[in-house]
């Protein structure tokens, strides 16, 4: 009778399965790599990938490979696993922030594959000496203290990866500013191809906490920008990619100071922001009509 009772918990457990994955029309299945340690990573793993009728996720931690299968119509692999990296695990497109891996139990605390870029001035120095394997390296009488100054500026370690982005986001706003909307998409084509060359590994813990939320709205509202000539179409996206610049500048290393700036009077009244390089009012919203309305509301620096 035991023997019985335990094939038809498995037959149950097999059916409750395939019914499962039933439930998921349009359905594409595809492993990826997905670092972890124990069980009580696959429980995260599975718990964050998964949704229901629309993404399934089954992690094997011996072998670090996970089966994703979902309805291709509704999501897709990136965001399934961008939510698991956010659960603190990485995987083959996304590093977890650093401060959600900190935050996750000893056992799960898994060896990581991709290594932060050492952003402080100490680091860099303990780095200069070294070699790609870490052994030290011999520079001669090369006297470093001499570097030309603008060298140490243009150096790209001092430069957050997210800059080609903003300066592309500035150059469709000033764009709208001329109420040119040939400028406009061809800027905002720039823009979506900044957005898509973004590599997440050197970004900072906030920045890569704060891109992951955002990167699929910021490219929609570019390719939505770059795909119309309609330049009161081109101001809505404007109005909505500029939330999410917001969102960036915010935990993001600026070179000079971004204005935070705000028309009353765009969408009906209900007003709109923008980011500006200058302090001064010029609204992207209605350009010369009403070129000066508007206020800073906020500095970032």
Not at 18 to 46: L, P, W
Not at 261 to 271: A, D, E, F, L, V
Request: net charge positive; aromatic share 6%.
């Amino acid at each position: 009778m035991k023997s019985l009772s335990k094939m038809v918990m498995v037959i149950a457990v097999l059916l409750s399965s395939i019914n499962g994955f039933a439930q998921i029309k349009n359905a594409k299945t595809e492993t990826v790599k997905i670092y972890g340690n124990c069980e009580m990573c696959k429980t995260t793993i599975e718990k964050a990938g998964n949704v229901k009728q629309v993404a399934s996720v089954d992690w094997n931690k011996d072998t670090k490979v996970a089966t994703l299968t979902y309805d291709s119509d509704r999501t897709n692999q990136d965001e399934i696993l961008k939510r698991i990296a956010l659960a603190g695990y990485d995987n083959e497109k996304f590093r977890a922030p650093d401060d959600v891996y900190a935050k996750l139990a000893g056992c799960c605390q898994y060896d990581r594959p991709l290594k932060t870029v050492a952003k402080n001035k100490e680091a860099g120095k303990d780095m200069a000496g070294m070699d790609m394997t870490g052994m030290k390296t011999e520079h001669g009488n090369h006297d470093h203290s001499k570097m030309d100054a603008s060298a140490k500026m243009t150096d790209p370690q001092d430069q957050s990866p997210l800059k080609p982005v903003f300066d592309s986001y500035f150059s469709v706003k000033d764009a709208l500013v001329k109420t040119d909307a040939a400028t406009a998409a061809a800027k905002a084509t720039e823009l979506a191809a900044a957005i898509k060359a973004v590599d997440m590994n050197k970004l900072s813990a906030q920045e890569h906490t704060a891109w992951m939320k955002v990167m699929k709205d910021l490219a929609a509202n570019a390719a939505s920008i770059s795909a119309s000539k309609d330049v009161a179409k081109q101001r809505n996206g404007l109005a909505a990619l500029s939330g999410n610049i917001y969102e960036l500048a915010k935990v993001s290393k600026q070179d000079v100071p971004v204005y935070y700036q705000h028309c009353p009077m765009y969408n009906g009244g209900k007003g709109a922001n923008w980011l500006s390089k200058e302090n001064g009012i010029k609204n992207p919203f209605y350009g010369s009509q009403m070129l000066s309305c508007g206020s800073t509301v906020e500095t970032i620096k």
